[in-house]
């Protein structure tokens, strides 16, 4: 982007005169009025359930691969052999960095 795209991004209109100011200001230099700084807090707020919803979504993908990859479901077989480090390490990995990552979120959740 250009500097000056660059610049209008840092720029903003005051609420009371309507003039361009710095958006770092919290006082406008034309009108004197007190400008709030405006906080876009959408991910305080639905962080820590997209993390949530993701971290179950994680183990149920680990239960998934484990319960194929490890031959519970018996009638029906995967046509492809699948490496014994699968159902030892990666199965049960995932389902624990699921598990963690949900934990992570309620942690998040429960702070804001
Ligand atoms: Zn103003």
């Given at each position: 982007?250009?500097?000056?795209?660059h610049q209008a991004m840092e720029m903003r209109q005051c609420?009371?005169?309507?003039?361009?100011?710095?958006?770092?200001?919290?006082?406008?230099?034309?009108?004197?009025?007190?400008?709030?700084?405006?906080?876009?807090?959408?991910?305080?707020?639905?962080?820590?359930?997209?993390?949530?919803?993701?971290?179950?979504?994680?183990?149920?993908?680990?239960?998934?691969?484990?319960?194929?990859?490890?031959?519970?479901?018996?009638?029906?077989?995967?046509?492809?052999?699948?490496?014994?480090?699968?159902?030892?390490?990666?199965?049960?990995?995932?389902?624990?960095?699921?598990?963690?990552?949900?934990?992570?979120?309620?942690?998040?959740?429960?702070?804001?």
């Amino acid at each position: 982007m250009s500097a000056i795209g660059h610049q209008a991004m840092e720029m903003r209109q005051c609420a009371f005169c309507g003039k361009r100011i710095a958006a770092h200001l919290n006082q406008c230099p034309f009108c004197r009025e007190m400008v709030p700084q405006v906080r876009l807090s959408r991910t305080s707020s639905g962080a820590g359930r997209v993390q949530i919803r993701r971290g179950l979504l994680y183990t149920l993908l680990a239960g998934v691969i484990y319960y194929f990859a490890a031959g519970y479901a018996k009638p029906l077989e995967i046509p492809v052999t699948i490496q014994p480090a699968v159902i030892h390490y990666l199965a049960p990995l995932l389902f624990l960095s699921g598990l963690g990552l949900s934990l992570h979120g309620l942690i998040q959740k429960a702070k804001s």
